[in-house]
């Protein structure tokens, strides 16, 4: 053998002492076993690990430094986006003004502690799709349970939280939103299973492949949820609004239209105005149809100037002060669309909500109808359960069941765009085992509205810390 240098057990050791402490993070000693190849690739060298080097070919030598560079670079991005950081762009406005479409974002996922991927073997920075090709970006076998290492802290209330969409399981391709359990219940499984050039391929998806969602953290495990003309109650407490949380108003004019300056000085983008009395879209026809439902009245079939528009508290009071402003009228709750969960009747809505309870790791709860309703997606699909009703008799894993006992914590996402969000009002619970990160850090920000050059990128809001107020 010859004699080892010693820059060689200098690199052995820098290389090893990290790859033991990346080991005991992990919580898996078996890994150690590792160390056997770091011996050979910076000791013993047994396997000729860089005999390209050596090639007199300076063609193929050049390919394979290129080669070389891009794995290395490969793994490293792979690893620091799953243990460390990864990048999250807003795509909806849910969460405005607290953070808008457009902003880019890191996500820490050391805040909560990084997860053990499900799927091991997946192509670095891209979710689920590799686009263009529009094919999976990653590989069904292996695939691991659920496991979180440990990080610097836990979830808490009004933290804004990454997470995996919790319906996300199951995707008809060509109509990803709303979910594919809506699509159910709306057109029936069959429909929608028998057209797949209207619906797409349905497909299935793991915990860590499913979309990435950034909303509020309202509900904790174990609290009791309701909300009350749109106000936020915990455990019986009304909880303080954020601070730029929005409700959607229909604002009647005299007749002269909004400007855009006026538009801009309420912060309120182009995709969120909706000039409701002349519909386009069928949104705006949707609508445009309430109107006369709403209180507002036509003159031969016409009617004024009437938006739908997302407004702050601070927006609403400017509207008010604007002279050609005639009324402003809150959304009334019978628009807000169906609630979890989605095919029995609770009466709840969107603007009235519960009281629900949040599922806490150990809590047991008695099994019956109503309790199947709220809690079966839980049971059943995040815990890994086989849940079935025969004859009236409720069966788990085949065996009678009159209670069950929560094995994950579970949480409650709102937006602050209250009118404008899907949230855990639309499909429910988050479970643990699908949160992603925090954002810590908005490091680039662009209004779709204005030219690149012209307002384009918001200074004012890149490298600001996201915080949860």
């Given at each position: ?227 009350r003309n749109n106000a936020l109650y ?68 016409r009617y004024n100037p009437i938006y ?134 908005i490091w680039l920000s662009l209004d ?22």
């Amino acid at each position: 053998m010859k004699k080892i240098a010693t820059r060689q057990w200098i690199s052995f050791g820098i290389w090893a002492t990290l790859y033991t402490l990346f080991c005991i993070w992990m919580e898996n000693l078996w890994m150690l076993f590792g160390l056997i190849i770091l011996v050979d690739i910076f000791l013993t060298k047994f396997i000729p690990w860089g005999a390209w080097k050596r090639s007199k070919n300076k063609r193929i030598r050049q390919t394979l430094e290129w080669i070389d560079d891009i794995v290395f670079a490969l793994v490293a991005v792979y690893l620091i986006n799953l243990f460390v950081f990864q990048n999250y762009q807003i795509p909806t406005p849910s969460l405005e003004k607290t953070l808008l479409v457009g902003d880019y974002l890191f996500v820490s996922k050391l805040s909560y502690g990084p997860r053990v991927p499900n799927t091991p073997i997946s192509f670095p920075l891209v979710q689920n799709t590799f686009p263009i090709l529009n094919c999976k970006s990653y590989l069904d076998w292996p695939r691991w349970g659920y496991k979180r290492v440990k990080g610097f802290g836990q979830v808490k209330r009004n933290d804004i939280v990454v997470f995996n969409f919790p319906t996300g399981d199951t995707v008809a391709l060509k109509w990803q939103n709303p979910d594919y359990y809506w699509l159910v219940n709306e057109v029936g499984r069959e429909a929608v299973h028998a057209n797949k050039d209207y619906y797409g391929d349905i497909i299935y998806r793991p915990v860590d492949k499913r979309e990435n969602y950034v909303k509020r953290c309202v509900g904790m495990p174990g609290d009791s949820l309701a909300i009350r003309n749109n106000a936020l109650y915990i455990n019986g407490e009304k909880q303080k609004d954020p601070a730029r949380m929005q409700l959607c108003y229909f604002v009647e004019t005299d007749g002269a239209m909004l400007t855009e300056e006026q538009f801009r000085k309420m912060d309120i983008s182009k995709s969120d105005r909706k000039f409701v009395s002349v519909p386009t879209s069928d949104e705006e026809k949707f609508y445009y149809e309430y109107l006369p439902f709403l209180g507002f009245t036509s003159t031969d079939g016409r009617y004024n100037p009437i938006y739908r528009l997302p407004l702050t508290q601070e927006a609403l009071e400017i509207m008010k002060k604007i002279r050609s402003v005639k009324q402003i009228k809150v959304e009334p709750e019978q628009l807000g669309g169906t609630t979890y969960p989605v095919g029995y009747r609770t009466g709840w809505t969107r603007d009235n909500y519960g009281p629900i309870w949040i599922p806490k790791k150990g809590a047991t709860i008695e099994l019956n109808e109503r309790n199947l309703a709220l809690y079966s997606r839980c049971i059943g699909s995040y815990e890994g359960n086989k849940l079935e009703v025969r004859g009236g008799q409720i069966l788990i894993n085949g065996q009678p069941a009159t209670t069950y006992t929560f094995k994950y914590d579970y949480y409650w996402m709102m937006g602050d765009n209250r009118h404008n969000s899907a949230d855990s009002r639309s499909w429910g619970f988050v479970p643990e085992d699908h949160i992603v990160g925090k954002p810590i850090l908005i490091w680039l920000s662009l209004d779709k509205d204005r030219s690149l050059f012209n307002g384009g990128i918001r200074w004012s809001r890149m490298f600001r810390t996201v915080r949860s107020d």
